[in-house]
């Protein structure tokens, strides 16, 4: 079992950039593969990138492709959504989420609300002039 807490949210204009933490407690970190996921205010949760356990595979939903970049540190147990050129689009709460898949066995589920086994509380992003 892995414990999630995000982190590193906030408010922020239109066209500037803020890095989410994931930081991950109680099991192999590198044994699951993590993903970013975000909600707006009357909308269902939706996917925003995804990666393997050992950071081989990088999956990115339309939204965040070309300004979002996924990374990971598995000897600080800590993921990380890097967001650039921010939108009032990209307001809501980002979720971290957690796995405990193979690349393969991630690589067809990786979107999926229902692919992900631990969820984070949430932190709020906020885009706004």
């Known amino acids: 079992q892995v414990q999630l807490v995000e982190s590193g949210g906030g408010s922020v204009q239109p066209g500037g950039s803020l890095t989410l933490s994931c930081a991950a407690s109680?099991?192999?970190?590198?044994?699951?593969?993590m993903g970013w996921f975000r909600q707006a205010p009357g909308k269902t949760r939706e996917f925003v990138a995804g990666i393997s356990g050992g950071g081989v595979g990088v999956y990115y939903a339309d939204v965040g492709k070309g300004r979002f970049g996924i990374s990971r540190d598995n000897g600080k147990n800590t993921l990380f959504l890097q967001m650039n050129s921010l939108k009032p689009e990209d307001t809501g709460v980002y979720y971290c989420?957690?796995?405990?898949?193979?690349?393969?066995?991630?690589?067809?589920?990786?979107?999926?609300?229902?692919?992900?086994?631990?969820w984070g509380q949430g932190t709020q992003v906020t885009v706004s002039s």
């Open positions: 109680g099991d192999t970190f590198s044994s699951y593969a």
């Open positions: 989420a957690a796995v405990r898949k193979t690349l393969v066995e991630y690589r067809g589920t990786y979107s999926a609300t229902d692919g992900y086994s631990y």
